[in-house]
């Protein structure tokens, strides 16, 4: 067979290929959730001239294509396959570390210090205003950095917290860098997962408990904790989609004895902080206040004379339970979802005897606080 037939043979062969995934495609309706990577997915743009011409339409599209290609969860575990094949440590984002650790990266190429300085700006308003006390979380690759491959880079977060403490006063930024480092050797992140666990939490509430002046009033057991599931298997996980050993959520007993009365974004009450439907999905973490809300009002069932105003993102979920028996309420709002401004909610609510508290992630810190 010459040149020319090749060619076309080849040119015929591509040709079907693509023709399989456009009429598959085609025929497949689009999935507005993705189950195994907890996300919503892409859906088709609406077609603008606007958009074509600043570009925007085609970023979005691609972003269609991509999120929703035929198969796509089969086509991620095979690439996975091939990179662990050519000895890789490093997969989409995240560290195959050691011990089975999972740890998401966070490159210093990533984060500008141009985003830290404006994210420290507003904190320092809030600090100023409201007196608020502030818990930036590290994540996994800062604190279990003996688990991480060899030469693997991470945004310094410790360096970031000391810029944090510069600005706001260190007498209200609750430091837990040092606590986690001291306890890194115990579970205190999932393996599949970037959340710190309930006993990472714990940790972090003897901090709070100290910073706030030692007003400890129940004691919770750690050898007591309740695994309410061993089949976890988190958003790291999703981004590698391969057989992994699972991850247990374990709760302290202690929650379970008071019941709160909840209510989400102004409708929903319930009387737990858990929320058992999720265990049964793939967003297991969701069991903790029954994953995000824009606004939740608790009344703790407690009289202690106090209030709390807690501005998050998810790394408080399982860390409120354990403030709840501080305060009479708690008011938790998560500016990703929160529509209003936040200097009108938490004048609605602020008293002398209301504690404001600031609870991220560094990273999601960076990237995502933001308020109007």
Request: aromatic share 14%; net charge negative.
């Amino acid at each position: 067979m010459d040149e020319k037939s090749n060619a076309a043979v080849t040119v015929s062969f591509l040709a079907l290929i693509l023709l399989f995934f456009t009429i598959t495609d085609l025929l497949d309706s689009d999935r507005l959730y993705s189950e195994t990577e907890n996300r919503m997915l892409a859906t088709k743009p609406a077609f603008s001239w606007e958009a074509v011409w600043d570009g925007s339409y085609m970023e979005d599209y691609e972003a269609y294509v991509t999120d929703q290609f035929v198969a796509r969860d089969t086509w991620v575990e095979l690439k996975t396959r091939g990179d662990i094949l050519m000895q890789k440590k490093e997969i989409n984002g995240v560290y195959l570390a050691k011990d089975d650790y999972l740890i998401e990266q966070h490159k210093p190429g990533n984060i500008s210090q141009e985003q830290v300085d404006k994210k420290v700006a507003l904190l320092e308003k809030l600090v100023d205003k409201y007196g608020a006390k502030v818990m930036l979380v590290p994540t996994a690759d800062n604190i279990l950095t003996d688990k991480l491959p060899f030469q693997a880079v991470y945004y310094d977060q410790r360096a970031f917290l000391n810029q944090v403490a510069d600005a706001i006063g260190e007498e209200n930024l609750i430091d837990v860098y040092h606590t986690l480092k001291e306890h890194s050797d115990e579970a205190i992140y999932y393996r599949t997962d970037h959340h710190w666990t309930s006993l990472g939490a714990y940790y972090g509430y003897l901090e709070w408990n100290k910073y706030m002046g030692g007003t400890a009033i129940e004691t919770f057991n750690i050898s007591g904790m309740m695994a309410v599931t061993e089949e976890f298997l988190g958003t790291l996980h999703s981004k590698i989609n391969l057989p992994h050993e699972a991850d247990s959520i374990q709760i302290f007993p202690e929650t379970l004895h008071h019941y709160p009365t909840i209510t989400y974004d102004f409708g929903t009450r319930t009387h737990s902080y858990y929320e058992k439907k999720y265990l049964d999905t793939k967003n297991k973490y969701g069991y903790f206040l029954d994953d995000n809300h824009a606004f939740i009002e608790i009344e703790t069932g407690y009289r202690r004379g106090r209030e709390l105003v807690l501005i998050k993102d998810s790394y408080a979920n399982c860390l409120v339970p354990l403030l709840a028996n501080h305060y009479d309420k708690i008011y938790v709002v998560d500016l990703r979802y929160y529509n209003g401004t936040l200097a009108g909610l938490i004048d609605g609510y602020f008293t002398p005897q209301t504690d404001v508290l600031v609870l991220y992630d560094c990273i999601h810190f960076i990237e995502d606080f933001q308020y109007y």
